[in-house]
T-cell receptor
Framework: KTQVEQSPQSLVVRQGENCVLQCNYSVTPDNHLRWFKQDTGKGLVSLTVLVDQKDKTSNGRYSATLDKDAKHSTLHITATLLDDTATYIC?????????????FGAGTQLIVIP | EAAVTQSPRSKVAVTGGKVTLSCHQTNNHDYMYWYRQDTGHGLRLIHYSYVADSTEKGDIPDGYKASRPSQENFSLILELASLSQTAVYFCASSDAQGGGTEVFFGKGTRLTVV
């Protein structure tokens, strides 16, 4: 059973536009949520991590929110660049301790066109 | 600079043959992981380790073995490669189980079994 659902599956935007990626999950407990960027043929690079019950983070043009009550997170990318073309993966960690596991979404493929 | 290095980056193996994927980290992390990624699916945990000379089964361990001879090195072994093991394999390291604070991924190994 998929415990982390991402939407949309894919998204095409024009350079300079903003976009929003969604992540809904059913993982319990939900210790933290992390967004990764995966360039084609590359590894996963962490963009941000959210921890609090209602959390917000900002990392340059990337900003994210987490609502643990709704089990929902969003990743906002402002003023997109061609280099933002990648797959964005939502990952939920169920504990911060020795028994913790990471639960991965299938990713949203973002394509930025000129 | 934190790093996780995988080798080889790609490999073609014959059905029934033995395959060894290697991973080396310079992050001084206790935890290391092997995941596989299949198109359209999230990463799935195969094996992990929290200390040298010890490995643990993940969610999909069948058909795979793991070896952690030192803190820095973690190998994934396919004793009898099968067509269903064609996938991209990622190694990761973290300072805690579940990647609560730091987690770094390698660039992946594309394995094709023919």
């Amino acid at each position: 059973k998929t415990q982390v659902e991402q939407s949309p599956q894919s998204l095409v935007v024009r350079q300079g536009e903003n976009c929003v990626l969604q992540c809904n999950y059913s993982v319990t407990p939900d210790n933290h949520l992390r967004w990764f960027k995966q360039d084609t043929g590359k590894g996963l690079v962490s963009l941000t991590v959210l921890v609090d019950q209602k959390d917000k983070t900002s990392n340059g043009r990337y900003s994210a929110t987490l609502d643990k009550d709704a089990k929902h997170s969003t990743l906002h990318i402002t003023a997109t660049l061609l280099d933002d073309t990648a797959t964005y993966i939502c990952v939920v960690g169920d504990r911060g301790s020795a028994l913790g596991r990471l639960h991965f979404g299938a990713g949203t493929q973002l394509i930025v066109i000129p | 600079e934190a790093a996780v290095t995988q080798s080889p980056r790609s490999k073609v193996a014959v059905t029934g043959g033995k395959v060894t994927l290697s991973c080396h980290q310079t992050n001084n992390h206790d935890y290391m992981y092997w995941y596989r990624q299949d198109t359209g699916h999230g990463l799935r945990l195969i094996h992990y380790s929290y200390v040298a000379d010890s490995t643990e089964k993940g969610d999909i361990p069948d058909g795979y073995k793991a070896s952690r001879p030192s803190q820095e090195n973690f190998s994934l072994i396919l004793e009898l490669a099968s067509l269903s093991q064609t996938a991209v394999y990622f190694c990761a390291s973290s300072d805690a189980q579940g990647g609560g604070t730091e987690v770094f991924f390698g660039k992946g190994t594309r394995l094709t079994v023919v």
